[in-house]
Each structure stands twice: as structure tokens, then as C-alpha cells.
């Protein structure tokens, strides 16, 4: 497994500087249009993640490195293990850069402050870039990245990256689907007014990410096991 | 060791690294105890398939001119080849009787005779 | 040991195509040429073998034990013994020399890192060179010292000299007969030593002719043929007869069946045994089998 995942970030060494590149640029745009920095954090997780693993599913089809894997000393469930370790790393990764990028981004609007011309619409960006705000961000990035690899490395695993591609966005419409009718479901219901305000406190906004942080572990390892059974019977 | 194999020679393959071994070690130049080459190390040095080369090297144990050791190869087998001769060249006496004997009944002639093994002895240099 | 490989009753079907009863084995200590047509189904059987598919029916012993039957872990370590050749270089792209090298460290027990080291330098592949600067004949020439620094018991080699110019084969049919003549662990018994064997399938039958002790045949899924290359090219041979010549062939009963193909010059005739045929009939030419004309004729010529 340890050479699964060595062997993953090897092929990925030059994109790994080259997805921050790409990030920049894209992340620049979403500033201007969402005019906030909140977002910023959380959005180049997701994209830095799924650029790159979209790239080791990439790397699996190309002149058939998957049927050579087979052939080396490295059982079917320890592929899909690997497999699984380097997207955390590459989620934590994501998350980094997100991060980075960020304060970077944060510099650049500070200078842009000082400019007479700019210097209304960095202050109007600044003002909405704590750094609580920012920390919370980056987690709900790391969640909701690992919430689309629980669902998307099966599907990638089971039927490679040209047939899952098309499968995907399928998977995805029916997740969101299903959030969407738990959270109609959830508006329905009571309010607990408690709750809520406990909630806005620090403490209970820290307890509410931790606990979706355990969600999200805890689904993202019922996905590898699930990921592991399909693996297993897949024809390569 | 050299073996010279002919493709376009009518005796098979085996047969000719058979004879060719046999005569190295009838003359001397492998000696009781040398060590041959495996079976695997010839049929790649000639280009040849190791079936090829096993069959050759089973049929000199089963004439008694090299011996193998399991695990530690093929050896020329010791002080036979002298034995071997002397059982070669008693055959040979007893199959020209057979023809001698032969030719007396069928009313052919010494000469007749001597004139036939000629002839067979040069068909076989050319072949 | 008596196989390394032992593949008996294979099955396996797919949309259009299936593999039915195929037996392939690979004794200890021998070369076994794998040929067929295109989509005959040579690269399914090998990698039912290697793990890659899961067969309808049928068993595949490795190395003497049966594959299917054991845990994954088992049959992983039974892969430290095998290595493989592909036709295209299939490591990823972005990897480099040295990068291979400290996976393969990793993956296999056996490594052997100087070993490695030289093959390279002998292959002229320098350590910094990146999967996808390698050209075609490069990277099977790095996979092939991959697969071979590693002390396996068994190779398969998969189309894997199609890109190579002649020099280049010959040199790797040389790697490969130094490969054989080595000894190596064996893996069901680690205090004893076993023979090599490699399984190559290709197309280019005149390296087969060089190295291969058996020739095996498929055609649309099954086995054809299985037989010591040297019933091909040292006994089988080709008459070419006249159509009068070929008459009195037909009405001889002593050889059998026999595969013919009759051309605009004349008529080929698979016969089994040429020394014998040439006795019988001194006036028609009888060259000797290349393992093409046996295969195209056993495959599509008639019987008489």
C-alpha cells in the first residue's frame, strides 16, 4: 500500500505545482465575483483535490498501467487502499493550498488597499475575511471534498475515469437530490431555538465542525470498504 | 567444445550433437569427468530448443557415454569409453558376420561384398 | 517443480468473443511460444492467468498452486516469482527511472537495485528519464529490466518485441536465454532451487523459431495446437506437389490426414514427419516447416 501511495504522488509530482497555478487564476475570478474571501478557502480544496485525482484516474487507463498494477506483488484491496490514503492526502494537500492561497490572495488585496484606485473594493473584500471565518472555510472544503470522494472513488474504481465520468455527474444530481429533500425535510420540522443559538457560540460552531468532520471520515471509510467489494470482481 | 550443427543435414539435430560429443570423447578431447555444458546453457549457445539438447544428452546416458548428477550437472562417464568402444567394435564384427553369412547363401561374392560396403561407406562421407 | 503455469479448461466469455477449454502450460526450465491470429484470444489467456480476469471456469495453477482457490495476500506473494512484459510501456508517464526503481524496492522482496542498475546502463536508460520520453522500444526494454531484476521464477512476455527492430530482438532473445540459464528460489519451497521458464506470445515467429522449446496455438478461443517447436521446424516439412504429384499423395493412406492449401503454382502439404515422406515419394520437394506455414496450415488449409 505504502508503494501505492509513493508511487501516486510520484506520478504527480510536476501537476502538484502546476494545479496551484491553475488555482490562482481561478480563484481570483470566483474573488471578484463573489466579492468575500470566505469562500475562497473551501473551493480551492475541492477544485486542487478533484484536479488531481482526476489525473491518478487518468494515469490508471493510460497504456493499461492498471493491468501491469496486477500483475506486481500488490493485492486488489491494497490498490483501493492506497488509492483512498493518497486522496486524504491529497484533500489535506488541497486544503493547504487553499489556505496559502488565501492569505496570499488577503496580501496582494492589502496592497491593492493602499492604491486610491482600489482601494473601496479590497477594503470591501478584507471586510469579509476573518480568520475564523477562513479556518472554517478550509474544514467545510476538507468535508465536502471527502464527501465527493466517498462517492466518487467508488464509482472511478469500479469503472475507470472515461466510463465513471459519465456516471458521475449522474451519482452527484442523485446525492444532491437526496441532501436537498433532507433539508426540506429539515426546515419542516421544529426549530430547536436552542440548538441554533448554541450553534452561533464558538464553542458549538467548533463542536458542529468537528462533527461533520467525523461524518465525513466516517463515510469516506464506509466508501472505501464498499470500494474495496467492487474492486475485487472488476475485469482489467 | 565445438559443435557444428547443419540445418539442411537429413540426421536430426539430436543426432548430430549425439555423435559429434560421442567422437570428442572417443578421441580425448573430453575427458572421463569433464564437466558438460547444461542442458540449458548449449540449446542457448547453439540457438537450438533445450528439448533438442536433452534428448542429445538423454541419449548418450542411455549409451553409457556421460552420466548426470542431479543438481550437479552432466559428466563424461569415467573410463567407459574404452569399454564402449570394445562393445561398438564386437557389434560391428557381429553385423559384418551377419552380412558375410548373408552374402554366401545369396551367392554374392567377396568382392561383390567389399565392392557394397565401399559404396555405403562413401554415400555416408558425402551425407 | 514440475509447471510453473498450469492453465487447464479455461473459460471465459465475453460480448462476441469467448475463450473455450483453453489448457496452456509452461513446464519448468522451458520457452513456450504463444501465437495466434489477432483477437484469437492470447492476451485473455494471459491475463486470466496473471490475475487480471476473473474466469468462468476452468483452473489456473501458479507455480503449482491453484490461484483461484487461495486468499488475495497468497496469490500477491505468489507474484513476487512473476514478472511481466507488455507490448506498450505501461508505467505511468510521469514517472521517471528512479522513481520505478524505488516502487519496485518497495513492492518486491527480491529487488535487486545494482541488478537493475546495470540492465539499465546495458539498455542505455538513464535514471532522470521521464515514461513518456521513452520511445516504443525504450520502454519495453525498461519494463523488461524491471521484470528481470526482481530473481522471478517465471516471465510472460506480451507482444513484447512487436516494436523492436531486428537488432533489437535479437539482443533481448539474448537477455532472455541468460535469464533461462540462471537459477532462482523457488517459492513453494524456499530452501530449494527451480528452473526458470518465460511465456511469450508474439507474433514475430522467427524469434519463436530461435528460442521457444514449445509452440502453442489459439485460434477464435481455443487451443489449436500444442507441440515441441522442434516437431515443427526440425520434423514437420512442407511438399510441394504438382497436381499429379498431389493425386498420388491423396491415394496413399499410410500418412493419415493431412492439411493442404493449394496455390496457382501448385499445392502445399502439411506433412508430420518429412524423412519419412521424402522416403516414399523421392520426387517431390519437401522443405522444412517455418512455424507460419505450419500455423497457417493447420489453421486454414484442407483436409485430404
Known amino acids: 500500500m505504502k508503494a501505492m501511495v509513493a508511487c501516486d504522488f510520484a506520478c504527480l509530482r510536476g501537476a502538484l505545482k502546476g494545479v496551484l497555478f491553475s488555482s490562482l487564476f481561478v480563484s481570483v475570478v470566483v474573488l471578484v465575483g463573489m466579492g468575500s474571501f470566505y469562500i475562497l478557502p473551501a473551493c480551492l480544496t475541492a477544485m486542487v483535490f478533484l484536479t488531481l485525482i482526476n489525473n491518478l484516474f487518468a494515469y490508471d487507463e493510460l497504456n493499461d498501467w492498471q493491468g501491469l498494477r496486477l500483475t506486481m506483488p500488490i493485492t486488489r484491496t491494497q490498490t483501493v487502499q492506497g488509492r483512498y490514503v493518497s486522496a486524504l492526502l491529497l484533500v489535506l494537500y488541497g486544503a493547504v493550498a487553499g489556505i496559502v492561497l488565501t492569505v496570499v490572495l488577503m496580501g496582494i488585496a492589502v496592497v491593492v488597499q493602499s492604491i486610491p484606485a482600489g482601494s473601496a473594493f479590497a477594503a470591501g473584500l478584507l471586510a469579509n475575511g476573518d480568520w475564523q471565518g477562513i479556518a472554517l472555510s478550509a474544514f467545510a472544503g476538507i468535508a465536502l471534498s471527502m464527501l465527493i470522494a466517498a462517492v466518487m472513488l467508488p464509482v472511478m474504481l469500479r469503472n475507470g475515469l472515461t466510463k465513471g465520468i459519465r456516471v458521475l455527474p449522474v451519482m452527484f444530481a442523485l446525492v444532491v437530490i437526496m441532501l436537498l429533500a433532507l433539508g426540506q425535510g429539515v426546515m419542516q420540522m421544529p426549530q430547536p431555538v436552542g440548538l441554533i443559538a448554541w450553534l452561533q457560540t464558538d464553542i458549538g460552531a467548533i463542536a458542529a465542525i468537528l462533527a461533520i468532520l467525523v461524518i465525513s471520515v466516517v463515510l469516506f471509510a464506509a466508501s472505501c470498504f464498499i470500494a474495496i467489494k467492487l474492486y475485487a470482481r472488476r475485469e482489467l | 567444445m565445438d559443435i557444428i550443427i547443419s540445418n539442411s543435414s537429413t540426421v536430426p539435430i539430436y543426432g548430430q550433437i549425439g555423435s559429434q560429443i560421442e567422437t570428442l570423447i572417443m578421441t580425448g578431447q573430453l575427458q572421463a569427468g569433464d564437466r558438460l555444458p547444461s542442458i540449458r546453457a548449449l540449446a542457448n549457445d547453439l540457438r537450438i530448443s533445450a528439448i533438442t539438447t536433452k534428448r542429445a544428452y538423454s541419449e548418450l546416458e542411455s549409451k553409457g557415454f556421460i552420466e548426470s548428477v542431479p543438481g550437479k550437472g552432466c559428466f563424461v562417464a569415467g573410463g567407459n569409453a574404452e569399454l564402449l568402444r570394445e562393445q561398438h567394435l564386437r557389434r560391428i564384427e557381429s553385423l559384418l558376420q551377419q552380412a558375410a553369412d548373408e552374402a554366401r547363401t545369396g551367392n554374392v561374392s567377396n568382392r561383390e561384398l567389399r565392392d557394397m560396403v565401399d559404396l555405403i561407406l562413401e554415400s555416408e562421407d558425402d551425407g | ?304
Not at chain 3, 205 to 219: N, R
Request: hydrophobic share 40%; net charge negative.
Open chain 3, 1 to 304: 517443480m514440475d509447471n510453473l503455469l498450469a492453465i487447464r479448461g479455461l473459460c471465459k466469455k465475453y460480448d462476441g468473443f469467448a475463450l473455450y477449454d483453453v489448457d496452456l502450460t509452461v513446464p519448468a526450465g522451458s520457452v513456450v511460444g504463444f501465437i495466434g491470429t489477432n483477437g484469437a484470444g492470447k492476451t485473455t489467456t494471459i491475463k486470466s492467468a496473471l490475475g487480471a480476469t476473473v474466469p468462468d471456469g476452468g483452473s489456473i495453477e501458479l507455480f503449482g498452486q491453484d490461484v483461484q482457490a487461495m486468499s488475495e495476500s497468497r496469490s500477491a506473494e505468489l507474484k513476487q516469482h512473476v514478472g511481466a512484459v507488455f507490448d506498450a510501456c505501461s508505467f505511468p508517464s510521469g514517472m521517471n527511472v528512479r522513481a520505478i526503481a524505488s516502487m519496485m524496492a518497495c513492492l518486491y522482496g527480491a529487488w535487486d537495485a545494482t541488478g537493475f542498475e546495470r540492465r539499465c546502463a546495458e539498455f542505455g536508460l538513464s535514471s532522470d528519464k521521464k515514461v513518456k520520453e521513452l520511445s516504443r522500444g525504450m520502454g519495453m526494454k525498461l519494463m523488461l529490466a524491471c521484470a528481470l531484476s526482481h530473481n522471478a521464477s517465471l516471465l510472460v512476455l506480451d507482444e513484447a518485441t512487436a516494436g523492436l527492430d531486428p537488432m533489437a530482438r535479437d539482443e533481448v532473445l539474448d537477455t532472455l536465454r541468460s535469464f533461462m540459464v540462471g537459477e532462482c528460489t523457488s517459492s513453494a519451497d524456499p530452501g530449494a532451487s527451480c528452473e526458470r521458464g518465460i511465456l511469450i506470445s508474439s507474433h514475430i515467429t522467427s524469434d519463436l523459431e530461435k528460442i521457444a522449446d514449445y509452440i502453442v496455438c489459439i485460434d477464435a478461443g481455443r487451443i489449436v495446437f500444442a507441440v515441441e517447436k522442434d516437431a515443427i521446424t526440425e520434423t514437420a516439412g512442407i511438399a510441394r506437389c504438382r497436381a499429379d504429384q498431389f493425386a498420388r499423395v491423396r491415394e496413399d493412406a499410410t500418412f493419415g490426414d493431412m492439411r493442404f492449401m493449394t496455390h496457382s503454382y501448385g499445392t502445399d502439404i502439411l506433412v508430420d514427419d518429412r524423412f519419412a515422406f521424402q522416403e516414399s515419394f523421392p520426387d517431390i520437394t519437401v522443405d522444412r516447416a517455418t512455424i507460419d506455414e505450419y500455423m497457417s496450415l493447420r489453421l486454414k488449409g484442407g483436409i485430404r
